[in-house]
């Protein structure tokens, strides 16, 4: 996770990510409520005995995307470590070697090669991070959507790299535009699997909702009324409880929690041993993201 430095509104990328809202108080209040709702997910977290990281934002160059940092990096169990081509220049910014090197040293994980797919950037072609590719880590396949942010050929190629196979596919908001991240409809857990069906164009959604029911997890099915309030949007991270053993922990926003149908939450607090909800209200209304975009997860060596 990293503590920003300057979060507030970008306009830039408001551009592609319809879920964010212009400022309406004062910036200062803004940034500050960020960090307090940034610091009560991390203890949050913490308390369940997940292993956290916070990383602190530098002031300069401002980077008012920071608090989002699964989108330029990713930490593999292989020892690889990715670094991802941004759509917005303002978010280029936030890709910074001294934090890949805070959380090798803080959490024992080795760096074996780094997978640098930036120069993508200057030919137009993006890939951001878990947000543009939401991971089945156990079948290898890699879920992503298409859309400004998220270019066809950087999948394959980050398939071919990492060793997953790619299911592209189109999803759209009410409107028909297209959404700008993976993970905002959908989110692949231990036992389960959330998916905003509605969302997938018509000519993929079959395809799509059949590989999901392929593996032995329950598949939940949203609507856009859930993922405009952020509900495809959560994480399950894994860790440890001494009477317990291996221990699951689902974590979503508040805003999230309250989005879901008693069902569809009762089913998924079902397929996991804990499930987090934790108010980010500011994050959501001006970052247009969630939880899990907080969220850059770390696989260390089995």
């Known amino acids: 996770m990293v503590r920003p430095a300057s979060f507030g509104y970008n306009p830039e990328t408001a551009a592609t990510n319809r879920f964010q809202r212009q400022a309406s108080g004062a910036a200062d209040a803004d940034a500050q409520a960020a960090c307090r709702e940034l610091d009560g997910l991390a203890g949050a977290l913490i308390g369940e005995g997940v292993r956290v990281c916070v990383a602190e934002d530098t002031a300069e160059p401002p980077k008012p995307d920071a608090v989002f940092p699964n989108n330029w990096v990713s930490f593999h169990e292989d020892g690889s470590v990715v670094l991802y081509p941004m759509q917005a220049e303002s978010r280029r910014r936030e890709r910074r070697q001294e934090i890949v090197d805070e959380v090798a040293h803080r959490l024992g994980f080795t760096v074996s090669r780094v997978l640098d797919l930036t120069s993508h950037e200057t030919h137009g072609r993006f890939l951001e991070g878990t947000g543009s590719l939401v991971l089945d880590h156990v079948e290898r396949t890699a879920y992503a959507c298409i859309s400004p942010r998220t270019h066809p050929d950087v999948v394959a190629e980050w398939g071919r790299e990492l060793g997953y196979e790619p299911i592209v596919f189109g999803a759209v908001d009410r409107a028909g535009v297209p959404l700008y991240h993976t993970n905002v409809l959908m989110c692949i857990g231990e036992k389960a699997a959330v998916v ?13 909702l059949e590989r999901l029911r392929s593996v032995a997890r329950e598949v939940i099915e949203i609507g856009h009324g859930e993922i405009e309030r952020f509900a495809g949007n959560m994480l399950e991270l894994g860790t440890w409880d001494e009477a317990l053993g291996d221990y699951r922990v689902l974590v979503m926003s508040e805003t999230a929690r309250h989005a879901l149908p008693a069902e569809a939450f009762a089913r998924l607090s079902a397929c996991t041993d804990e499930v987090l909800a934790i108010p980010v209200p500011t994050i959501e209304r001006l970052g247009g993201g969630s939880v899990r975009c907080m969220l ?3 696989f260390l060596p089995s």
């Open 196 to 208: 905003a069906t509605e969302a997938i164009v018509p000519a993929d959604r079959g395809r799509v």
């Open 296 to 298: 850059a997860e770390v």
